[in-house]
């Protein structure tokens, strides 16, 4: 079976100047681990472009086409290093990287404190070799794929990583619509790979939990529903005890 039914706060909404205090009114409020956005805006050189364009024609423009993964810039390990010092060893940091070439930064995000490196199918050349480096340093894998990309893509990675990410918003910001048509991905993932966890990340709230947990999604990311509510802990509470509810039902469905 997956891991459990777990509510992982998004941090892009929070206010960012206060991230050490922001993280730990989430953990205070319940939150089973931190998802930790790491966005990048990275250039690759004229000629690696070329190559990445060369690849997405062959392949369907499946790999990145564009210049940059995200519009937008987060922070990256050195912000993890001191979130880890000042929040202890106990908080569970899924780092979702946003990024061009995720390749680069598994050490740093490794020593940095990062306990599970969730990278794009859509940003690197060679999976295999991603899943191996994150797990000699010591981390779990993560696979997330963005919603122009078929799941089916994901599919052979899934036996050889810990967690699939089906994002329910273009990545990037905060506060989009979730995108309901992404829930067939997660449902097939469930039917595929029935111990697989498998997160949903974007728009997630209490209007839309039912939806995900329904499909069988089981790690639950959400940012402004949890982040702006003036009670966070019944947020989380409710997205927790939907999940949950919902996984039951498919044990004894089953
Ligand atoms: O990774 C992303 C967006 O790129 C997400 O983690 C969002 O930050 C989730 O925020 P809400 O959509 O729940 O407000």
Redesign the pocket.
């Known amino acids: 079976m997956a891991s459990g039914c777990k509510i992982g706060p998004?941090?892009?909404?929070s206010d960012l100047a206060n991230l050490g205090a922001e993280c730990l009114r989430m953990l205070d409020s319940g939150a089973d681990y931190l998802?930790l956005?790491t966005?990048l805006q990275k250039v690759p050189s004229r000629k690696k472009h070329k190559i990445i364009m060369k690849q997405a024609s062959l392949m369907n423009s499946f790999f990145i086409r564009v210049k940059h993964f995200?519009p937008?810039i987060t922070f990256g390990h050195p912000v993890v290093e001191s979130l880890r010092k000042q929040l202890g060893q106990d908080p569970f940091f899924d780092m979702?990287m946003?990024v061009s070439r995720p390749e680069q930064w598994v050490k740093p995000m490794a020593v940095a404190g990062a306990n599970q490196y969730t990278f794009h199918l859509e940003a690197t050349e060679n999976p295999g070799a991603l899943i191996k480096d994150i797990r000699e340093n010591g981390m779990k894998v993560g696979l997330a794929i963005k919603p122009g990309t078929t799941v089916e893509y994901l599919a052979p990675w899934a036996n050889q990583i810990d967690m699939a990410l089906v994002?329910t918003?273009?990545?990037?910001?905060?506060?989009?619509k979730?995108m309901e048509d992404m829930m067939p991905k997660v449902h097939w993932l469930r039917t595929q790979f029935p111990s697989l966890d498998i997160e949903v990340?974007?728009?997630?709230?209490p209007d839309t939990i039912h939806k995900c947990a329904e499909a069988g999604a089981n790690m639950i990311?959400?940012?402004?529903?949890?982040?702006r509510s003036e009670d966070p802990r019944s947020v989380i509470s409710l997205l927790r005890s939907v999940c949950s509810e919902a996984a039951q039902k498919r044990c004894l469905d089953r």
């Open positions: 998004s941090i892009l909404n998802h956005d966005l995200v937008n979702h946003m994002m918003v273009e990545p990037g910001f905060g506060g989009q979730f990340d974007g728009g997630v709230g990311v959400s940012g402004s529903a949890i982040m």
